[in-house]
């Protein structure tokens, strides 16, 4: 199954058709960028992104 992300948070997924973390529907396999946080002390990309839980992000979904 290819991967998804979501248009409200940017998670990226598999297997799932609502967003684990924010609950949506909103998904899209058409996204670019790919960025793993690991851990959200002092890290100005889950900042910049507003990420709250580590994971895998895409930096752009359409």
Not at 31 to 54: H, M
Request: charged residues 30%; hydrophobic residues 30%.
């Amino acid at each position: 199954m290819k991967e998804k992300a979501c248009r409200v948070c940017h998670r990226i997924f598999s297997e799932k058709q609502q967003c684990p973390d924010c609950k949506t529907y909103t998904l899209s396999e058409d996204f670019t960028g790919i960025v793993w946080i690991f851990s959200l002390e002092d890290n100005q990309i889950a900042k910049q992104l507003n990420v709250t839980k580590p994971g895998k992000y895409a930096l752009k979904v359409r």
